[in-house]
């Protein structure tokens, strides 16, 4: 399979612990994007980047968030001191630069359930 | 602010018949489009997309249209199918990013 994968699918944690999760994107693409969704909304852009570099953050991404992609592959988004706020799926996606219009390609989501 | 929105969060259509989905945006610098359908725990995948300089896109049973006077786009699915109900996401993309905008979904129910 080279899709999108992340690990891992469910964490389930107490209010106030910290959580990371980690998004293998597909191998040729350049762009890897975190998106949040809660339930009857759709994903909310969260940050991205371009090879190693973080380009673009959102709002929403709180000083309690931190996302990193240290050698341009794989992407770890890290969330510290969790709230109940913080329950909903994380989704990874990536893309090529210049090819088929930037087409994101999504993972199947990180469920995340604050206690 | 919802830039992205569907106003319909949910359509039922008899399998054979045209399953329409709708898709409003409020930003004239999105410059490309996208139709992406979820199944339950299950990332979006991704099914077709527009540039703003065309007003049809088609793939075999679907066929996406942009009205850019209108800020409106449409996804036609014919013949519709019981494995095409899902929820469906359009979403939208600046011309100065690359950050996508999506709106709320229409959850899509092809009856046998």
């Known amino acids: 399979d080279t899709g999108v994968s992340q690990n891992p699918r469910h964490k389930i944690t107490k209010r106030g612990q910290n959580v990371t999760f980690r998004c293998d994107p597909i191998?040729?693409?350049n762009r890897l994007y975190w998106y949040r969704q809660t339930l009857g909304q759709g994903p909310e852009f969260l940050t991205y980047f371009q090879n190693e570099a973080q380009l673009e953050k959102s709002r929403l991404l709180s000083d309690r968030f931190s996302a990193?992609?240290?050698k341009g592959s794989f992407s770890t988004l890290e969330i510290q001191r969790t709230e109940q706020g913080d329950s909903a799926m994380y989704l990874c996606a990536s893309s090529l630069s210049g090819g088929d219009g930037d087409t994101q390609y999504?993972?199947?989501?990180t469920r995340l359930t604050v206690l | 602010d919802q830039q992205v929105k569907q106003n319909?969060?949910?359509?039922s259509v008899q399998e054979g018949r045209i399953s329409i989905l709708n898709c409003d945006y409020t930003n004239s610098m999105f410059d490309y489009f996208l139709w992406y359908k979820k199944y339950p725990a299950e990332g979006p995948t991704f099914l077709i997309s527009i540039s703003s300089i065309k007003d049809k896109n088609e793939d075999g049973r679907f066929t996406v249209f942009l009205n850019k006077s209108a800020k409106h786009l449409s996804l036609h699915i014919v013949p519709s199918q019981p494995g095409d109900s899902a929820v469906y996401f359009c979403a939208a993309r600046r011309n100065t990013g690359n950050q996508f905008y999506f709106g709320t979904g229409t959850s899509l129910t092809v009856i046998p």
């Open chain 1, 68 to 70: 990193e992609r240290p």
């Open chain 2, 8 to 11: 319909s969060p949910s359509l």
């Open chain 1, 106 to 109: 999504f993972g199947p989501g």
């Open chain 1, 27 to 29: 191998s040729e693409h």
